[in-house]
């Protein structure tokens, strides 16, 4: 066993082709009672945060709105991905005698009236902003310099004393607002984004949307339109959502921001 530097850590996540790595303290990301006590539960002595963030190339989040499809298939891989980048994280410091706690980057979630499936045990946009990867932009997503949201935030909870990589205080977010404009739900405006209106659009089959399908199943009076229903074009997107675990259909906020946007080349055609 050895101490592990921030920059061995460091190190060992861009070795894996990770660009976007930081350090952020525990302290400012407890901002209710119900992180600390996730945090206190999952990593007692915690002391910080390895995040990091994997990039969702632009070319393919450009076929949105009109296919979403290829966005949808490489955000289940960059999931993936990240997740066994964490593992990896976890393993090296447990072998130098440290703790160290995957938070969920997305499934699963708590579920409860409360918190309605939308929070995760720790709210990684805000350790990445306090590890200096970006700022918060008025879509609520984290801004990069180099990539604007183009990002998939993984955390590490860790009881090992790293140094805190400095916060940058920059707002990388321009307040274009144009993410205002390319949002079809309508959930984004200067004050921020609303969930409430965020989910049910970008998630048209999640949760909600399978219980009422099932509610307006209860209501058929009979068992042959029941079954039309189930033979139905909404139940197969009910199955390819449920088969790949990823229910997300609109990505029109991180599309659309003009920061750190690629200017790709020109093809000559002759």
Not at 29 to 48: F, H, M, Q, S
Request: glycine letters at 8%.
């Amino acid at each position: 066993m050895q101490k592990l530097s921030t920059a061995d850590i460091i190190e060992f996540v861009k070795s894996e082709g990770v660009e976007l790595v930081g350090v952020s303290p525990i302290e400012p990301l407890l901002t209710d009672k119900r992180y600390k006590k996730n945090v206190e539960r999952i990593c007692p002595n915690a002391k910080g945060v390895i995040v990091f963030g994997n990039t969702f190339p632009q070319s393919i989040l450009d076929a949105c709105p009109e296919n979403p499809r290829p966005a949808r298939f490489s955000l289940a891989a960059l999931y993936s991905e990240g997740a066994e980048i964490c593992l990896k994280i976890s393993r090296l410091l447990e072998k130098n005698g440290y703790r160290g706690v995957i938070i969920p980057a997305y499934l699963p979630v708590e579920m409860s009236y409360k918190t309605l499936g939308l929070k995760g045990d720790l709210n990684l946009k805000h350790a990445a902003a306090e590890a200096g990867l970006g700022s918060r932009g008025i879509s609520d997503l984290l801004i990069t310099p180099d990539y604007g949201p183009r990002v998939r935030l993984f955390g590490v909870v860790t009881d090992a004393e790293l140094e805190h990589t400095p916060k940058n205080d920059t707002n990388y977010c321009t307040n274009c607002n144009i993410c205002i404009k390319a949002c079809p739900s309508g959930a984004i405006s200067e004050s921020g984004c609303d969930t409430q209106k965020c989910a049910p659009y970008s998630m048209k089959n999640g949760l909600p949307q399978i219980l009422r399908f099932i509610y307006k199943l209860e209501n058929e009076p009979s068992k042959e339109k029941i079954f039309k229903k189930l033979r139905g074009m909404e139940m197969w997107n009910f199955w390819q959502a449920l088969s790949q675990g990823s229910f997300y259909e609109c990505f029109m906020c991180i599309q659309s921001c003009p920061v750190g946007r690629i200017k790709f080349k020109k093809v000559d055609d002759s």
